[in-house]
């Protein structure tokens, strides 16, 4: 098993920056395809990236692309989304999750979850 913790959220104005952290305990963090999800209030959970175990595999959604970059650091159990050119619909809570499995963009598909962390882009 493995349990995730996610970092990194807060309030920015539109046109600026985030980088969320997920922190994974565990010794087979690299095993984990990990993803990233948000869900807006009101709204189901949607996908935003994803990478492979080895991090050789990314995936973006279309509405992120461009913008943000998902990677991660096997030796420190992390894995990181870099956010730019925030805009007020990218406000949600952000979660990231792990699977064996990789590589799917539905939340169905990864079994370990974070508690999320809440982003805020102001307008």
């Known amino acids: 098993q493995v349990q995730l913790v996610e970092s990194g959220g807060g309030l920015v104005q539109a046109g600026g920056s985030l980088r969320l952290s997920c922190a994974a305990s565990?010794?087979?963090?690299?095993?984990?395809?990990m993803g990233w999800f948000r869900q807006a209030p009101g709204k189901e959970r949607e996908f935003v990236s994803l990478i492979s175990g080895s991090g050789v595999t990314t995936s973006p959604a279309d509405s992120v692309k461009g913008r943000f970059t998902i990677s991660r650091d096997n030796a420190k159990n992390m894995a990181y989304l870099q956010m730019s050119s925030l805009k007020p619909e990218d406000t949600a809570v952000y979660y990231c999750?792990?699977?064996?499995?990789?590589?799917?963009?539905?939340?169905?598909?990864?079994?370990?979850w974070g508690q999320g962390t809440q982003v805020t882009v102001s307008s």
């Open positions: 565990g010794r087979t963090f690299s095993s984990y395809a």
């Open positions: 999750a792990a699977s064996r499995h990789c590589c799917t963009g539905s939340a169905d598909g990864y079994p370990y």
